[in-house]
């Protein structure tokens, strides 16, 4: 049971810096990604490649970081002047191209054999029965770190910048802001974002193939950001929590309605999942936090 817990715990680390990321992107910046799971499918194949060729895991976490964060500047610059439907599209296209040629180019990847092996960090310096433990620590130490970044660049003028663009980028324009610049940035940040979540995915399992990743990790990103208030972080951070504990709660359903067939319990599971959900965004419209904005010193 605290194995499971704790590897529940882990995921959900993982998918809240995930929907961190989309609501630096979308909520802040006003850009749909729905390419997330590629570019987090792309973070946790360089760090594994890395990882199981003798690279410390640290650095091979790294190099993910930046790989990822430079293709989402790259396909930022050829896609961000479309409208947001047509960049979604075409964000949703690159994440398809990145999961067909991880899955073919087997010379490189594997293809579907997946990669094994792959080594946590710390992991020959603390004991086994101690492994989970530090990695889950791990894992909460970067949500903390994501969470504080995001918080200050919000805070920050860049942050003030970027809602300017989302807002109206006409205007941001006509006062002389480089829009492309910005929402380029956004989109590399909100990449490096999804390496650092992808890395730990990696770890997490230790071994990964093309079937682990899917257009689910969107719908876990998108319900954070939609439910805990687009463009909040401190919103996204709390939903992060309670879409996962509605969905891995459900689970235990079998221990409190015996007399329902697996079947029935799986649906049951899916209607309780979606009446919490529908249930939050009825009593909170706007998201169970505001976005934060600057306030003026007058009372």
């Known amino acids: 049971m605290i194995s499971y817990v704790a590897a529940t715990l882990v995921l959900v680390a993982i998918a809240t810096i995930a929907g961190l990321a989309l609501n630096l992107q979308w909520g802040l910046g006003g850009l749909v990604n729905f390419g997330l799971f590629g570019f987090y499918m792309l ?15 640290l650095a091979a976490m790294a190099a993910a970081i930046v790989v990822t964060a430079a293709v989402s500047a ?17 964000t949703l296209g690159f994440a398809e191209c990145v999961r ?44 903390a770190l994501v969470f504080l970044l995001l918080r200050k660049i919000t805070r920050a003028p860049f942050g003030r910048l970027v809602r300017a663009t989302r807002d109206d980028a006409t205007v941001a324009e006509a006062l002389g802001k480089n829009v492309l610049a910005v929402r380029a940035k956004v989109f590399a940040i909100g990449g490096a974002l999804l390496g650092v979540a ?3 995915h990696a770890f997490h399992y230790s071994y990964i193939d093309p079937t682990q990743f899917s257009t689910t990790l969107n719908a876990y990103a998108f319900m954070a950001v939609i439910i805990g208030g ?10 992060g929590f309670t879409v996962i504990l509605l969905l891995e709660g459900s689970r235990f359903l079998a221990d409190v309605i015996p007399f329902l067939d697996g079947a029935q319990l799986a649906a049951l599971r899916l209607f309780l999942v979606g009446a919490g959900l529908v249930a939050i965004l009825i009593f909170k419209p706007d998201g169970l936090v505001r976005e934060y904005r600057l306030r003026s010193g007058a009372s």
């Open 43 to 57: 973070g946790a194949y360089v760090c594994a490649l890395l990882d199981t060729k003798g690279v410390p895991p």
């Open 230 to 239: 687009r463009g909040s972080h401190l919103g996204v951070l709390i939903a």
């Open 74 to 90: 790259a396909v930022s610059l050829i896609s961000v002047r479309l409208s947001e439907d047509y960049l979604a599209i075409v």
């Open 100 to 143: 067909l040629f991880i899955s073919y180019e087997e010379w490189l990847t594997r293809g579907t054999l997946g990669v094994p092996g792959i080594v946590r960090p710390f992991a020959g310096s603390v004991p086994p029965e101690w492994s989970d433990a530090v990695f889950l620590a791990f894992a909460y130490a970067w949500l």
């Open 198 to 200: 992808g890395s730990l």
